[in-house]
């Protein structure tokens, strides 16, 4: 007795359709936690800039402003664009991904 399973090629192609339907909605979800992110990072760059205007326009010693500034915002606002520069890497990498995903699109 034959006990093998013969495929049957609707749900075949189902399945696939499926699978791919499925990466699809993961590579959307990993962009969106990316542009998430990059939004996240680029609002602390927003806040640091305004907090070290602040300083500027409330102290009255320039050369005592600079010093805060360069003290305290100037290493804050560097690593923030570091976090701006990776988290723009990673939307475009998730970008490319979704963006070859559907290109390729579903191959019957």
Request: charge should be negative; aromatic fraction near 10%.
């Amino acid at each position: 007795m034959n006990t093998e399973k013969t495929l049957d090629p609707e749900n075949t192609w189902e399945q696939r359709y499926q699978e791919w339907e499925q990466r699809y909605q993961e590579l959307k979800d990993t962009y969106r936690q990316k542009q998430q992110e990059l939004n996240t990072v680029e609002a602390e760059y927003e806040h640091t800039m305004e907090e070290m205007e602040k300083v500027f326009e409330n102290t009255e010693d320039k050369k005592e402003a600079q010093k805060i500034a360069s003290e305290k915002w100037y290493p804050l606002m560097d690593e923030c664009l570091k976090k701006t520069k990776e988290a723009a890497d990673a939307l475009f990498e998730a970008s490319h991904n979704l963006n070859e995903h559907e290109k390729k699109g579903f191959e019957e």
